[in-house]
């Protein structure tokens, strides 16, 4: 069955570095989503994208924030100066005409 | 106030035993999720619901639209059923899906 990749799965960076989180969606998928999970709490709408851009964002996606479709199946969400607060779990997740949503298994971005 | 809530929060049982896990939600939907998340973090995609009853080995979803209320059974629990259920609302096609907090299932032996 086909999945949703996510790479790396656990990426260790400085506070104020630029992180950059893969994702291959499904390949035959159009809309995509990110996600993050801070530990112990739930999981939360970052943005999601159709068309190449953005369709909705949440108020967690500032300015630091961003996402690119650079090519046909990648999806990359970047943060541009991280913070202690960006550490969390980050979904991506993809979908097609009448499927539910298919998650990846997240990376788990931990800010030093 | 939370659009999706779940209960129990937390819920241990033995195994064999038959699991009832509620959620309710406040906003009109397209669909209602259920997903299972497993202690290293991935999230899997149970069920997607608009109406009705889907049944997927022992894993039953309903949903009552009108309550605005579905409720996820696991029949003859197994331990590797232990995971997190999360309920999940969505409320139109390709629209963000909003998590409820989880339920947090222990199924001891």
């Known amino acids: 069955e086909p999945e949703v990749t996510q790479t790396p799965s656990h990426q260790v960076t400085q506070m104020g570095q630029e992180v950059i989180l893969r994702c291959v969606p499904i390949?035959?998928?159009?809309?995509f989503y990110w996600y993050r999970q801070i530990l112990g709490q739930k999981v939360e709408f970052l943005v999601s994208?159709?068309?190449?851009?953005?369709?909705?964002k949440s108020e967690i996606f500032d300015d630091q924030f961003s996402v690119e479709r650079p090519d046909g199946s990648n999806f990359t969400l970047k943060i541009r100066s991280t913070k202690l607060e960006d550490s969390a779990m980050y979904f991506c997740?993809?979908?097609?005409?009448?499927?539910?949503?298919?998650f990846g298994d997240g990376t788990r971005l931990s800010i030093l | 106030k939370n659009e999706v809530e779940q209960s129990p929060q937390n819920l241990t049982a033995q195994e064999g035993e038959f699991i009832t896990i509620n959620c309710s939600y406040s906003?009109?939907?397209?669909?209602l999720h259920w997903l299972q998340q497993h202690p290293g973090g991935g999230i899997v995609s149970l069920f997607m619901?608009?109406?009705g009853k889907k049944k997927h080995g022992r894993l039953i979803a309903t949903i009552n639209i009108q309550e605005k209320h579905s409720s996820l059974h696991i029949t003859a629990s197994h331990p590797r059923d232990s995971a997190v259920y999360i309920c999940?609302?969505?409320?139109?096609?390709?629209?963000?899906?909003?998590f409820g907090p989880g339920t947090s299932l222990s199924v001891i032996p």
């Open positions: 997740a993809s979908t097609g005409t009448g499927q539910p949503q298919h």
């Open positions: 390949s035959n998928h159009l809309y």
């Open positions: 994208f159709y068309n190449n851009e953005i369709s909705e």
């Open positions: 906003v009109g939907i397209s669909a």
């Open positions: 619901l608009s109406s």
């Open positions: 999940a609302a969505q409320k139109t096609s390709y629209d963000k899906v909003i």
